[in-house]
């Protein structure tokens, strides 16, 4: 029997931008995706992965139903009752030997894009009680939480930057054009960086690669990996030395400036222009035009968290904001006020209140640094992780070392996946656990609307139905959870609240208790769920608002421009300054970094053949002159080695790049056999952390330093 086309409106949950699309759908297949013109936020803007939602919805090698490994190294599949019940006993087993801290967890990204896992993930990771917590955070945005936990109290506290307003945009080290933006949910990133230009505002990039929103940008620096504090320092040095401050009504709101100024008289213009490779002239002008701007705002993402200093960098932008005024006001940075208000829902933040057993690495807020899983592992000792739940991960290639991992991972008692690949990771597992996809669920951005340069709220129903049996990411959470807690009295009352509950009326109370809900009347005019139903598009809610002192959540209701916890690590930035001015840096090394690309979403949606047609993209970027001080030809193979490894890949020599500076895009190295992933393994590129070094961290909060890795370089053979 055939039926009508339906058309449903939702929103792309693939990376932050959290797109509008349209989804055609006749007898519960996808005839076509298209952007949604109607929604206000996005205003139809889409990239080339909302089309691939619907091949990873029919890709053959997805996983329906729950696999495990047979002794002989094949999969079989179970029914879901044996699949969960064998997980529950493997993580039982090892806890009751070994202790709650041998098992090891790991929650990737695709975590934060699903309502179901938010709501239900947690729950589960508490009563586990283990300290070897792991998530793909601490190979990201870890830095942000901890200069937001330190200056305003809270580790969910990110101001956004207010792109649509702003006249002058500092960037370091993003490239929303390529990555649609990250703690800046903004769809259609090349449109409102044009608007920008348009009302007269300038956009300036600093990166050790001409990307491709420095190609539209104003002006571009290149930048030495990992140098971007210093670089940050010297222009508080010169706003500071200058007197250019004018941090308006932010001045009652802040602890006094005066300590950031003996700060940052360390670090004049003159003293780090060689280590960052910007001449002090340029400082000089960057720090006066950015204090003289009627509204900017300094923005930095990836490049400047996952690096040697990332929480330096991160604690220095908001200072940068918050001395010119720009903090809490239009077109510079603001704090959002989401439809679901989650920041009560989360911790504070603490730092440090254990350390990792091997290496001696601090937690934060629950969690330590991935960095350290594999030798966690590898270890032995009391508190080894013996075992290892992972949730929408697959660290093997995005975490530093990964062939270390690799090599660990078939050291573990257990080892379970809910994924619905069988990928370079979850071929480790004993049992994975597949969930339904994306088109197959509800879905609210409980964590992107908080971010969003605009108050919005969206829900948007499954648009397809799941097949019979399957289970959502949540129910796999919630039923796992009940039976680990068999013997707890707490059990019948959990699985009376799952039945109950489920993600649609927890969202409809988060949604009523919000600031804009209409608190339990059923009549009120606030938001409710049923509301949310009604606009299929999306609502608006307006721009984003000053609204400190408010929103801060320090004890004395105070931003803290220059917390012991983050000034602590200044000392370190001298040595390395002084390090970088002698010269006892790096001897004909180069410095690694990576890249992301518009069709490439991390390490996962390469299966998708329309994402990986055409040229290959898993190139190695280099500068002219470095090529030919070698005697390199562009489409060459050539080897990288790090201290952690060695992969080959084709050289692309290309102006984009700085000088002495090298890039690799991260997600790739699909070659490992094991898997069933058919596209992704015929166009396997190599995987960027095979070098990328496990011991090279930010040490203030553990984040990977996978920005800046020394490697040698050397002709190859494609292999
Ligand atoms: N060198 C280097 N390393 C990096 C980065 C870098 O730039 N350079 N970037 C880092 C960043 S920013 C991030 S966020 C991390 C990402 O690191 P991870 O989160 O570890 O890796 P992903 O590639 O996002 O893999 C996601 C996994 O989730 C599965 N999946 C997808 N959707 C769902 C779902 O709805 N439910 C479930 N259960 N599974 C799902 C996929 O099949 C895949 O196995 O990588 C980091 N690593
Ligand atoms: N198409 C696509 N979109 C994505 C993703 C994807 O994989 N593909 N991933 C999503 C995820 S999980 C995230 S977290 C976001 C990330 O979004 P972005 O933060 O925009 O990440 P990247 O595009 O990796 O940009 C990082 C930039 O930092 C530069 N860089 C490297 N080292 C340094 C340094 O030391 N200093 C400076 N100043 N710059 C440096 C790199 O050259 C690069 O241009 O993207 C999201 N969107
Ligand atoms: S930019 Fe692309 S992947 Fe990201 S939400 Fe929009 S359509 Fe989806
Ligand atoms: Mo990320």
């Known amino acids: 029997m055939t039926s009508a086309n339906t058309t449903h409106y939702r929103a792309c949950n693939l990376c932050e931008a959290m797109c509008g699309i349209e989804v ?105 009680r283990t300290r070897n917590r792991f998530s793909a955070t601490s190979v990201d945005q870890l830095p942000h939480h901890v200069a937001a936990r330190f200056m305003f109290g809270h580790q969910l506290l990110l101001p956004i930057p207010d792109i649509d307003r702003t006249e002058l945009l500092l960037m370091l080290g993003a490239n929303p054009v390529a990555s649609n933006g990250s703690l800046m949910t903004a769809p259609g990133m090349k449109r409102r960086l044009r608007e920008l230009q348009a009302r007269g505002g300038r956009l300036i990039v600093v990166d050790p690669r001409r990307t491709e929103t420095a190609e539209l940008a104003d002006r571009h620096l290149f930048v030495r990996p990992g140098t971007d504090a210093l670089l940050l320092m010297a222009l508080l040095h010169v706003i500071l030395e200058e007197r250019l401050e004018q941090p308006g009504r932010l001045a009652e709101l802040a602890t006094p400036i005066d300590e950031m100024r003996t ?136 975490t530093p070392n990964g062939r270390q991992l690799e090599s660990a991972l078939p050291r573990l008692d257990f080892m379970a996946s809910v994924d619905f690949y069988l990928n370079e990771t979850t071929r480790h597992a004993h049992i994975i656990l597949p969930p339904t996809a994306p088109l197959e669920r509800d879905h609210y951005d409980l964590i992107f609307h908080l971010l969003a340069v605009r108050n919005t709220a969206k829900f948007s129903p499954a648009a397809l139905r799941p097949e019979p049996g ?180 084709p050289l692309q020599v290309s102006d984009q790049m700085m000088p002495g500076v090298v890039s690799l895009p991260h997600g790739w190295g699909h070659d490992r056999g094991g898997t069933r992933m058919t596209t992704a393994s015929r166009h396997p590129g190599a995987s960027l952390n095979d070098v990328t070094d496990d011991l090279q961290v930010d040490a203030l909060c553990g984040t990977a330093a996978v920005n800046g890795v020394p490697v040698r370089v050397e002709a190859a053979l494609l292999e």
Request: charged share 25%; aromatic share 4%; with cysteine.
């Open 24 to 128: 055609e759908v006749r007898n519960n297949r996808v005839v076509s995706i298209r952007g949604d013109d109607d929604d206000p936020f996005s205003r139809g803007y889409i990239c080339p992965k909302a089309i691939a939602l619907s091949d990873l919805q029919d890709d053959p090698d997805r996983l329906r139903r729950p696999i495990r490994r047979t002794p002989s190294g094949d999969w079989t599949e179970i029914t879901w009752s044996e699949a969960l019940d064998q997980t529950a006993e493997g993580i039982r087993a090892v806890r009751a030997e070994h202790g709650a801290d041998s098992l090891a967890l790991y929650l990737g990204n695709p975590n934060v894009h699903s309502l179901g896992s938010l709501l239900y993930g947690p729950p589960l990771l508490r009563a586990l």
């Open 263 to 398: 700060i940052a008289s360390d670090f004049p213009p003159e003293r780090v222009a060689m280590a960052t490779g910007i001449e002090a002239g340029e400082i000089f002008t960057l720090a006066r035009d950015f204090a003289a701007a009627p509204a900017a705002v300094c923005y930095g993402r990836l490049g400047v968290s996952t690096q040697e200093f990332g929480g330096l960098c991160q604690w220095l932008i908001n200072v940068l904001n918050l001395v010119t005024g720009n903090l809490d006001r239009a077109g510079g940075a603001l704090f959002t006020r989401p439809a679901v208000d989650v920041v009560p829902a989360f911790g504070h933040g603490q730092l440090g209140r254990w350390r990792s057993r091997v290496r001696g690495l601090p937690e934060f807020g629950g969690e330590l640094p991935a960095a350290i899983l594999s030798e966690e592992i590898l270890t032995p000792g009391d508190g080894q992780v013996r075992a290892l739940l992972t949730v929408a991960g697959n660290p093997v290639l995005s």
């Open 470 to 649: 399957a289970r959502h990411d949540w129910q796999i959470l919630a039923q796992l959870h009940r039976r680990l807690e068999r013997r707890s009295l707490g059990k019948r009352a959990l699985a009376t609240l799952n039945r109950w509950a489920g993600p649609r009326r927890l969202l409809d109370l988060g949604l009523r208790i919000g600031p804009y809900g209409s608190r339990l009347n059923p009549v009120g005019a606030g938001l409710t769920l049923r509301k949310l139903l009604r606009s299929p598009h999306g609502i608006d809610l307006g721009p984003l608002e000053p609204c400190l002192p408010d929103r801060l959540r320090t004890a004395d209701r105070k931003i803290h421009l220059a917390p012991a916890e983050l000034t602590a690590d200044v000392p370190r930035l001298d040595q390395r300054l002084t390090a970088l001015s002698t010269g006892a840096a790096t001897h004909g090394q180069l410095l690694l970094i990576g890249r992301r690309d518009l069709r490439s979403n991390n390490s996962w949606m390469h299966n998708v053949p329309r994402l990986v047609s055409g040229r290959p993209r898993c190139t190695l970027l280099m500068h002219p002159v470095d090529a030919g001080r070698r005697g390199f030809e562009d489409g060459q193979a050539i080897a990288l080695i790090s201290r952690a490894g060695r992969v080959v890949a």
